[in-house]
């Protein structure tokens, strides 16, 4: 929710209610999905998107009101307690409105059509979203949050539920050709011209993100601080490319900032969704899987390139972050972690950010010792009234609490208190350890236990990358893991599709272009690391029915959502197919599926893959000459498209210690337009040249492990010499 930022308290309504029994059902009881069934039980007559909704509408010539959102959404929450569970704004809905409740999560299709809309009337989108619709699904108003009465100058939802159905009444033939006129100019809207890339594009990109940049913090504008990780992959690659110390230096400042504030679980490990304020320090506290994915990779290219063991530290943090509080027993990935948490001191009362902030009387008691204490709250930036100020605060909830961040480093605080680098590390992780157990006993923040494939694909990518960077073989085992589980729950091995969301035993609603590119990346990240060819062919497979089932003919791109849904009715109903063309929070299904066609092309060297992926950058090309900076992961993938790329691969058998050096040094750089392969010979590389020919003749020579490196089709000579690879990889300059 964009209008109003973040710290309003809630009762247990939200969470609590379901112990007793329900006064109201409504049509959502049968439902998977967590934020649906937080819905349930309220007095408004719910529906979830279908055709029995629709029908409804169309029959009793109702308007819909439909209501998008997802479960760790802190003003979701807010408007289930004060609107949604009061029965007289209740009472409305039921009688004048056909009232329709979606998880963006699971259907982000259907979000981003209606997200289009609200952002073109309003200036700006967000969740909470509340969108009015003719019975044929066209909107006709809509906007983000409301309160339930007017409130500051703000219409209420009872004065707008009011206002809506007197003029659907009084003048519906007016509003209906209203509705229709906006549909017709945002399905338009949708059709970017064509146009092809000039390399300056790259410059420009990157001029437009300086000019944003926040020299002195990190980031990118001021106040709230979003991290953005596909801007700071932009970056590395550019940083690369272009040879600019620049570019990563704005990388490294932000990505320190970023570990070093309250965004950053200092306990706990992991991030939260973004920061209330320009340092950093005071964030919104959902967890969600696709910012644990996306920054730990991040991380980890960061350190590939610096080798400063912060960013490495951080990486793991995350990832260990994400095994031990975000993973299913089974093996996936659990979607998020919700805000708000009752308040340790009132259980009775859930607000935003409680699990996670500490009273100054607290950590003295915990800690003990006084040394220790002075010390952990001299670095962490504690303070006897509490860090978080009123503006941050405005229902006053959060009054003498602190949430850590570093506000002095390890080397300050031992100058400061007269102590020795090591005992001032020794003394903090002692405290640390400390305090995150005493934090596991507070009521924990509710899960949203949905594992969505997409996100699960990204976190596929990061343990990949992971293991292999931070040489961690748990990584890799739970990487693995994962890809079995989307295998034996979301996938039909008999078609080659994919289902986007599995829980409670039940994997449903068709995948989109989101689930086949992230699951793909994925699946070639995890070939990379692991040297098992199923990867690479379930990979492939699944770029045969990405292409099969999304395919836009005319424009050369992919749409978010079926051609031809094998799911009848609610699927067909969409007002038309977008085309996914913004980088945010996550890079665009088109624009991860253009790199995994560059990197298809480097692995197989067919030329459909190039011809693909250029023809989606071309598809946008509007855009991208217009506003590059709105699709930095668009811009990475022309980068890779049009670098000078590099195959290595390494022969031996991947169990002797020669082999795994050379593999190790490969994973030592920052390779981003290379790929690595591995002839491990036997019957698995006879297999694998099936589909790579030219690893076929690939051997090792000597006895010994044997690089091979090639560069835009010109191959060096294969070298056994651990220094000699070095220097092919590096260019002449091994670090």
């Known amino acids: 929710m964009t209008s109003v930022l973040f710290f309003l308290s809630m009762t247990s309504t939200s969470f609590g209610q379901a112990m007793a029994e329900p006064r109201y059902s409504n049509h959502l009881v049968h439902e998977k999905s967590p934020y649906l069934l937080l819905h349930a039980h309220n007095p408004v007559d719910w529906y979830p998107w279908g055709e029995e909704a629709f029908h409804r509408a169309k029959v009793e010539n109702k308007p819909i009101f439909l209501s998008v959102g997802y479960y760790t959404c802190h003003w979701c929450h807010v408007m289930e307690r004060e609107s949604y569970s009061d029965p ?86 007016k509003l209906v050709g209203q509705a229709d006129e906006i549909t017709a100019k945002l399905r338009h809207s949708t059709e970017d011209a064509g146009s092809g890339l000039q390399p300056e594009v790259l410059r420009k990109t990157f001029d437009q993100m300086h000019a944003m940049y926040d020299s002195e913090h990190g980031g990118f504008g001021g106040a709230p601080k979003f991290p953005r990780p596909v801007g700071l992959e932009f970056l590395m690659r550019y940083g690369k490319d272009q040879h600019s110390d620049e570019a990563f230096a704005m990388v490294e400042t932000t990505l320190k900032a970023m570990a070093a504030g309250g965004m950053h679980d200092q306990l706990g490990g992991g991030f939260h969704r973004y920061a209330t304020d320009a340092l950093w320090r005071v964030p919104h506290f959902e967890k969600m899987l696709y910012d644990q994915a996306q920054l730990a990779l991040a991380y980890l290219h960061a350190y590939q390139i610096s080798r400063d063991p912060v960013l490495a530290a951080t990486a793991r943090d995350t990832l260990d972050f994400v095994l031990r509080e975000m993973r299913s027993p089974d093996g996936g990935f659990y979607s998020a972690l919700d805000a708000d948490s009752p308040l340790p001191t009132d259980p009775r009362r859930d607000v935003e950010g409680a699990y996670y902030l500490w009273p100054v009387n607290q950590v003295r008691a915990v800690l003990h010792d006084r040394d220790a204490f002075d010390l952990f709250a001299y670095v962490y930036g504690m303070e006897d009234s509490g860090n978080i100020s009123p503006q941050q605060d405005a229902a006053g909830d959060l009054r003498g609490l602190n949430v850590l961040y570093v506000n002095h480093s390890e080397a300050d605080a031992a100058g400061h208190f007269h102590l020795p680098v090591d005992q001032v590390l020794a003394s903090l992780a002692q405290s640390r350890a400390k305090l995150l157990a005493i934090r596991t006993t507070r009521p924990l923040p509710p899960v949203d236990s949905k594992v969505i494939t997409s996100w699960n694909g990204m976190m596929i990518s990061a343990l990949a990358v992971g293991s292999q960077v931070l040489h961690e073989p748990r990584y890799l085992q739970a990487a693995q893991v994962d890809a079995q589980l989307i295998r034996r729950k979301l996938y039909d091995p008999a078609t080659g599709r994919l289902k986007r969301r599995y829980r409670e035993g039940s994997a449903e609603i068709d995948g989109f272009l989101g689930d086949y590119a992230w699951m793909t990346q994925g699946l070639l990240d995890l070939f990379e690391a692991s040297t098992d060819n199923a990867d ?39 007002l038309w197919k977008d085309r996914e063309a913004y980088d945010g929070a996550e890079p665009s299904a088109n624009s991860v599926a253009a790199m995994n066609l560059v990197r298809l092309w480097q692995m197989t060297e067919e030329d459909p893959p190039r011809q693909q992926a250029a023809n989606i950058i071309t598809a946008f090309g509007g855009q991208l000459n217009n506003a590059p900076e709105s699709m930095p992961a668009m811009i990475s993938a022309f980068e890779a498209l049009s670098a000078q790329r590099r195959q290595v691969a390494i022969a031996g058998p991947a169990s002797r210690q020669d082999t795994q050096t050379m593999v190790a040094l490969y994973w030592q750089q920052f390779l981003p337009n290379a790929i690595l392969l591995h002839a491990v010979g036997g019957t698995q590389q006879k297999e694998l040249s099936q589909m790579l020919p030219f690893l076929a003749n690939l051997h090792e020579q000597g006895g010994k492990a044997t690089a091979y490196v090639c560069q835009n089709y010109v191959c060096n000579l294969p070298t056994s010499n651990i220094q000699v690879m070095e220097r092919l990889l590096t260019g002449g300059k091994p670090r």
């Open 88 to 173: 007289a704004i209740a009472a409305v809905l039921n009688a004048h409105f056909i009232s329709i409740k979606v998880d963006r999560e699971e259907r982000p299709d259907i979000d981003a059509v209606y997200m289009r809309f609200v952002e073109d009337l309003t200036g700006s989108g967000g969740w909470p979203m509340n969108v009015f619709l003719t019975p044929d699904l066209k909107p006709f108003f809509g906007g983000t949050y409301f309160p339930p009465v007017d409130r500051g100058g703000q219409m209420g939802l009872t004065s707008l539920l009011a206002r809506v159905a007197d003029y659907w009444q009084k003048d519906r033939v």
């Open 536 to 574: 690479l062919t379930w990979a492939l497979r699944l770029r045969k029915t990405q292409d099969a089932l999304f395919a836009d003919k005319h424009s050369g791109a992919y749409v978010t959502t079926e051609n031809a849904s094998s799911t009848a009715g609610a699927d067909q109903v969409l």
